[in-house]
């Protein structure tokens, strides 16, 4: 991942932190994102057997995605504003151990309302994590790796959908979707222990008050354009990507091992494409954008065609991994650029818009998909991201950066 060096956030003390104790606490970040990432998108890959296991339907299982999604956009200006007093470490280690309560009593629920307000719960701490993270990673190592961090953290986004989520439908189809969320408890419980011994104490930097945080889409053209273009993007792609397993299911006649097979190739695509990104923003951060979201457009017609075959359906999910892992590094280089000297705050507004339209596209998709058949989810996939490559190509320069 490459960045403007000025995106930095700036020092809490007049001393670096020694690189020994710095890298181990950003192997801590990078595992907190795969739990949180993982956790956040597990129902993707388990939506036919918990709608089975509960009496309800796909529709009413991707609300799992829609409730954590709402919670995490809606909230974390708030609460990221709100704790902009409070020790970064501190205030990580309480995410996670609500991660750890909540996925232990959704493996333990009775009844879905409680599931899904244990994922509501789930949802802010989520947001605030994505919000915090990353400056956090780069505020621990030296200020000349500082964008080396970013980028290895945005790499759990990497390993949660190569391994991850494929693994959580591996677990489901050895025992049951309760068991793989009981995991999942144990899985942050540990990562929760590796944070609080490995990261240091980091005072909040950066964070500024909610009236300033929601003033700057209105200040700066530049992250508002961003912004719309993330919107089309991530309501497009999760509007489809969360219906996958019914859709192959119910045209593939797919079994528990091929999805398992389809949502790993899907996170390998995504690992090359995060590759690729990471190359190809150097020269054009929208230029990247603009040309993964085609791949993407190309894939999904591509899973309309010959997705109905086996190979068709690998074939449709490598290249949209693929197109993903470039457009989702592109669009955080955007939002960085636009407003480096507000970190916190512009994450904050990504995170808002990002897992806002992760919760619309599912409830979307899943409208479509009762009412009008899975099949519709992905031609309105395809829409809305012909909607963000036009806002893309149409409104912006050619933006580079420059290596760190």
Known sequence: MTVHEETNPPATSGEPVPPVRGWPGVAAITASLFVFLTTELMPIGLLTPIGESLGVSVGAVGLMVTAQGVAAGLGVPFIVAWSRRVDRRRLLTALLVVLVIGNLITSIAPNYPLILGTRLVMGFASGVFWAIGVSMAMRIVPERHANRAAAVVMSGI???????????????????????????????????????????????????PVREVFGLPFRNVRLRVVLIMVVFFVLGHFGAYTFVRPYLEQGASATAGFITVVLVVFGIGGAVGNFIGGRTVERSMRGSFVVGGLIMIAALVLLLTVGTGRIGGIVAMILWGLAFGVVQLSQINLTLSAAPEAFEATMSLNTMAYNTCIALGALIGGLFADHVGVTSVVLFGIVLVALAVIVGAATGRRTTTRAS
């Open 158 to 208: 990497s390993v949660a959908t190569v391994v991850g989520i494929p693994l959580g439908t591996l677990l489901e189809s050895a025992g049951d979707w309760r068991t793989t969320f009981l995991i999942w408890s144990g899985l942050s419980a540990l990562v929760l222990l590796a944070v609080a011994v490995t990261v240091p104490s980091l005072p909040s930097a950066n964070a500024v």
